[in-house]
């Protein structure tokens, strides 16, 4: 494989080159509020599984509210965790914290990821990630105590972009919502503030097919770090941010199967299929179903939810969180705007 460690490392975390911080900098202490393993004594959860329409299994966690009427049908969210992430990060706690306001919720794995099926494990597969959350409303739609009539969705950082893509084929998710958004293709292709030149994606293109024939041969699987196992004087500000959530007691967490490290790194030779997803393109579709994009005012990836809130149709809000970054929205419930998530989907989710 080619000279393009550094590149490489950048994309698959979706950042690009930023100031380095001194390596003995003091590591800053776990932030005010962060609860990301968060369980609540209000809200039952099991463990559920299902099949996607590529028949790979889907692994999730259902939560239910404890005093749901007997015979009634609640209304449901989809919540898709980060990008390389699994469900026991961030996802879960969203899907607490919205089952406490009444929803019956469903975090899932996507698939290679965590307890979900498929292989090569960490294998990049946009198009399948948002057929995992069609596959979700399936498996809600079928619930008894779910009205099939109204089922929302909502994706956390690269989910964001996967509940969209789903979404403009789905007509069955009533209302969707974006918490620290990805364009995962768009970071691909240009990286943050179109800082990836052509020639660069060019190269990052090859690399990725040598590694590909490489392992047709029998060739060993090549994963990059897109969260860094350890910090330098030159990791960038960016990768020390998912550094503190992903390789720290805040987030980390193991996989069935993994380790807590090889949680965020994607098989290499498949990363490149992300320049091939263009999630936004026809978001305009989507309307009349609401759309909120939630973001940190001071978050690096506030760019995609700029975005998609431009090209999409009516009914839509972008909703800023004063002082949030962008890691700071996966588990900060100080900062999480709960209250507007559940009356986005209370008044999306409504029915006729």
Known sequence: MKSTTLLLALLASCVLPLPAMAADAPRTARP???????RSPTVTGKRVSFRNQYQM??????YQPEGLPRGSRAPAVVVGH???????????????????????????????????????RHLVAPEIYSDDISAAVDFLSTQAYVDPDRIGGLGICGSGSFVISAAKIDPRIKAIATVSMYDMGAAARQGLNNGQSLDQRKAVIQSATDQRLAEFKGGTAVYVPGTVNKLDADTPAIQREFFDFYRTPRGAYTPKGDTAEQTTQPLFSSLVK?????????IETISPRPMLFVSGDAAHSREFSEDAYQRAGQPKELHWVK?????DLYDRTNLIPFEKLTTFFQRGLAGK
Do not use: R
């Open 32 to 38: 005010t509020g962060s609860d990301n393993f968060y």
């Open 57 to 62: 299994e889907v692994v999730g966690t259902l």
């Open 82 to 120: 980060p990008m390389g992430a699994v469900k026991e990060q961030s996802s879960q706690l969203y899907a607490q914290k919205l089952a406490e306001q009444g929803f019956v919720t469903l975090a899932i794995d996507l698939s290679f990821w965590g307890e979900s099926g498929g292989a090569p």
């Open 274 to 282: 992300f320049m091939n997803f263009y999630p936004f393109n026809d």
């Open 323 to 327: 002082g949030a970054g962008h890691v």
